[in-house]
């Protein structure tokens, strides 16, 4: 009885399993009624578990899309180009279509359940405090965050855009979503929707410092100024990039710390990454930038302010 | 200059979270370490049963119910605490503990402790989980709403416990004399070994601990081999 699970060539292990246990008579004792109980138990655990998992992994294919179409931004300014918007709008279409796919199976008490299996909500935030501060050059809340994700769920569960769905491979997802949210708008409920989580929201958030490294670095080289969304116009010092990843840095250092191994490195590498963007914005002081060939920096103005 | 990239109320929102975490995560640890003590306490009086004969369990079991009286009261604050939290996000913290707990309750009741109005104490007794459930007196298996309870996972990784300290058992009896006993532990472990074939398993913790029973069936079985060969199988087990 110990030896069905594999051969001596340790493989045939999976097929037989199944059919065996159908074929062969199982001989049933005072338990069987109650391990079988614990069969469909666990067998709708893993299936919830699986679909999730299998979106997550789309969604976070997905959001890195968006982010890559967002690094290839210039400036901070308020309207994102155009071609890029529409691809963030198009891979974002996509999302809310996976994302109302498993809203069912992260209601209530499996939130947290399958939290370890919902690692796309992270890489959605960063996504998505990407853009935000692409064109706001600031941090979007939690609460307002939480409220785009959750109507990006609701958007996917209505059936009137349905065009969008062909572009996702996997196609037994939206098969069934369509058929589901259409009783559920019929029955006037509410659609369920995926929340995030504040974790889901810091982790993002730590993430989002990465991106704005290599966006500053790139924009930079590029333009021969650090970002800033001020514009050219006014004070005498606008506030850049370079002054918004070190108040991102104080932050979250000023926030109570989790003794956490993810909390500990994503920590480790905000540090790092707002040192390279202090390096360039040193960088340009020092060699000028966008100065005048020729241009001698006045030291005597930081060393001696008061004369 | 212009104002912060952050408004403050971001910053304030996010503390006044992270602050309520670390408030719970204080109270959830007294709570679980004080736990953990009744939980080693009536591990080692039931680490006893290995050196005392059959005749003698029940000034065992008198003792031993003493500290899980003490483990279903802890359960219970865990219980309170926890509901007030979604019940996945902290359940880490002790699952674990609470699948040691129901070792002990499992192995109590299997030797013939745990008994009440309903199912009275009898050798060879596996509650289940529901029994479990009334036991430390929290629900099990929730799944309508999200509070505290027992979970199926929890309730089968207490079950590969208990054949684990059988399988020890059975050893320790025979060198009591009591070699029904061990006869009686090799029918009880091969019939949960052939309900855990009944799962089908992922690659996970469960897989790993259920696949640990079928070493526990061989020993018990090396057991009942040696007794077998040289005729020392009690004669009424014998004609079951």
């Not at chain 1, 710390?257 to 993810?262: A, L, P, T, V």
Request: with cysteine; proline share 4%; glycine share 4%.
């Amino acid at each position: 009885m110990s030896g069905l699970k594999r051969d001596h060539q340790g493989n045939e292990k999976q097929k037989p399993h199944e059919g065996a246990r159908k074929t062969v008579p199982v001989v049933r004792n005072e338990y069987t009624p109650m391990f079988e109980q614990f069969r469909n138990e666990l067998d709708h655990h893993h299936e919830r578990r699986e679909k999730i998992v299998k979106a997550s992994r789309d969604i976070t294919a997905l959001s890195k899309k968006i982010i890559f179409a967002l690094q290839r931004v210039r400036k901070i300014q308020q309207d994102l180009p155009n071609d890029i918007k529409k691809d963030m709008e198009a891979r974002l279409d996509q999302i809310s279509k996976l994302l109302a796919s498993i809203a069912r199976e992260t209601q209530g008490i499996n939130r947290y359940r399958y939290s370890n299996n919902l690692s796309c909500m992270e890489e959605l935030v960063e996504a998505l405090t990407f853009a935000h501060y692409l064109r706001t050059q600031s941090l979007v809340s939690y609460d307002e965050l939480s409220a785009e994700i959750e109507s990006l769920a609701q958007r996917g569960a209505t059936p009137e855009d349905d065009a969008v769905v062909k572009a996702q491979p996997d196609a037994n997802m939206p098969e069934i979503t369509p058929s589901e949210s259409s009783q559920a708008t019929a029955g006037t409920v509410e659609d369920p929707v995926v929340s995030i989580t504040v974790q889901d929201y810091i982790y993002g958030v730590f993430d989002l410092t990465g991106e704005m490294m290599r966006f500053a670095t790139t924009s930079t080289a590029l333009t021969r100024s650090l970002a800033t969304a001020d514009g050219d116009d006014a004070s005498a010092r606008p506030r850049t990039i370079l002054q918004d990843m070190q108040d991102l840095r104080s932050f979250v250092e000023m926030l109570p710390q989790s003794k956490g191994r993810s909390w500990t490195q994503k920590l480790q590498v905000l540090r790092q990454s707002v040192r390279k963007v202090e390096l360039i914005g040193y960088g340009m002081v020092v060699r000028g930038g966008e100065r005048a060939k020729g241009w001698v920096p006045d030291a005597e103005v930081d060393a001696d302010p008061d004369e | 200059m212009a104002p912060s990239m952050i408004d403050p109320q971001i910053f304030d929102q996010l503390k006044s979270k992270l602050d309520e975490d670390t408030k719970v995560q204080k109270s959830l640890s007294e709570i679980i370490d004080q736990l953990e003590t009744q939980i080693a306490y009536a591990q080692g009086l039931l680490s006893r049963i290995h050196g005392t004969p059959r005749a003698e369990y029940p000034a065992l079991l008198q003792q031993v119910e003493v500290p899980i009286r003490k483990e279903i009261e802890h359960v219970g604050e865990l219980s309170k605490l926890a509901s007030n939290h979604p019940y996945y996000r902290y359940n880490y913290r002790w699952s674990h503990k609470v699948q040691d707990a129901i070792s002990t309750v499992l192995l109590t009741a299997w030797i013939g402790g745990m008994a009440t109005a309903t199912s009275p104490g009898e050798l060879g007794r596996l509650l289940t989980l529901e029994q479990v459930g009334d036991i430390f007196q929290v629900p099990v298996n929730l799944k309508d709403r999200d509070a505290f309870h027992i979970t199926t996972e929890e309730y089968l990784l207490a079950v590969t416990n208990l054949t684990d300290e059988l399988s020890r058992l059975a050893v320790n009896a025979v060198t009591l004399g009591d070699r029904e006993l061990a006869v009686r532990i090799s029918a009880f472990v091969k019939d949960i070994h052939a309900g855990f074939q009944l799962l089908n398993l992922k690659n996970d913790i469960l897989r790993k601990r259920v696949d640990s029973v079928k070493y526990h069936v061989k020993k018990v079985e090396d057991v009942v081999y040696d007794l077998t060969l040289r005729n020392l199988i009690p004669v009424k087990e014998q004609s079951a």
